[in-house]
């Protein structure tokens, strides 16, 4: 059974940081793709941070220089490093895992969800 298990959410003021962990179980995280997708009250789900199988990383405009996806092999897990965070940061961030980047990354293809984090940031 695949479980993808997030935690390090909460509530920050404006330049503070989070650190958000995604364990994985029955599935391997360094064999695939995995995304930090979150979603705002109202707005779409977009994703925030991807790395792949091969290493290679891609964050969104708005979280550049202030967000890091990185991964421990040994763990299974992947994190979220969340500096600077701002208001608008302000969602409940999901983990994600498909087999393969290549295929495009959105919520329709993802293959497997965790359950959520909520991150609430106050000016």
């Known amino acids: 059974q695949v479980q993808l298990v997030e935690s390090g959410g909460g509530s920050v003021q404006a330049g503070e940081s989070l650190r958000l962990s995604c364990v994985v179980s029955?599935?391997?995280?360094?064999?695939?793709?995995i995304t930090w997708f979150r979603q705002g009250r109202g707005e779409a789900r977009e994703a925030v941070a991807t790395r792949d199988s091969y290493g290679s990383i891609t964050h969104d405009d708005s979280v550049k220089g202030r967000f890091t996806i990185y991964k421990d092999n040994a763990k299974n897990t992947v994190y979220l490093q969340m500096d600077r965070l701002q208001p608008d940061d302000t969602a409940m961030y999901y983990c994600a895992a498909q087999s393969w980047c290549g295929q495009g990354v959105s919520p329709a293809s993802v293959t497997f969800w965790g359950q959520g984090t909520q991150v609430t940031v106050s000016s």
């Open positions: 029955g599935y391997s995280a360094r064999d695939s793709c």
